[in-house]
């Protein structure tokens, strides 16, 4: 069944629809599977999942998603962290069949958290500013980790333009930060 349609939907974005069955619906196995891995206990994926959906779909109509899947697994890696939490409270005996030293990164404090945030908003408001071309090719190269070659073929350009344009991409995502104000180095 189609998504209802938002009547303020600019003409030149693709329809709910369409955005969801390309830019969601393909992540959904790999999605299944690292919850499966990563949160062992958890018993029902499918909710995690079906949630996932339901907070991207709410984000999307207040704006636009620049990486559907970074989104995707953020928001169901909050809700089965959530989960755990609500687990620990709800059987504290429990929580020794529990292994968070993947999930919880307890050595990180507060204001580095919220540190890691802001250098993350910071990062994605800088890759949103880049032009079309730039953009495709650093999300590829850097977020979804394809080499040279796999961004030219999906792309459909030559190899040289994707290192012309990643060097073009980067070096004006370090602009955006210095106009910014960034002071510090972003963390790896």
């Known amino acids: 069944m ?7 939907t600019p003409p030149h974005e693709p329809s709910l629809s369409t955005w969801f069955a390309d830019e969601v619906l393909p992540h959904e196995p790999a999605l299944r599977a ?40 953020v928001t169901a890696r909050n809700l089965a962290l959530n989960q755990l939490r609500h687990l620990r409270h709800e059987r504290p005996e429990g929580m020794t069949e529990i292994d968070a030293s993947g999930v919880l990164d307890e050595s990180a404090a507060i204001p580095e958290s919220v540190a890691r945030a802001e250098d993350l908003q910071l990062l994605i408001h800088a890759i949103q500013s880049l032009p079309t071309r730039c953009r495709q090719i650093v999300t590829l190269r850097k977020i979804y980790g394809l080499s040279q070659k796999e961004v030219a073929a999906r792309l459909a350009i030559s190899e040289h333009t994707v290192e012309a344009q990643g060097a073009i991409g980067l070096r004006k995502c370090i602009e955006y930060f210095r106009r910014h104000g960034y002071g510090r180095s972003l963390r790896s």
């Open 2 to 8: 189609p998504f209802p349609e938002s009547p303020d």
């Open 34 to 73: 690292w919850l499966r891995i990563r949160f062992p206990t958890l018993s029902d994926t499918d909710d995690l999942v079906q949630e996932s959906y339901s907070r991207l779909l709410r984000a999307r109509e207040t704006g636009s998603i620049a990486c559907a899947k970074a989104f995707l697994f």
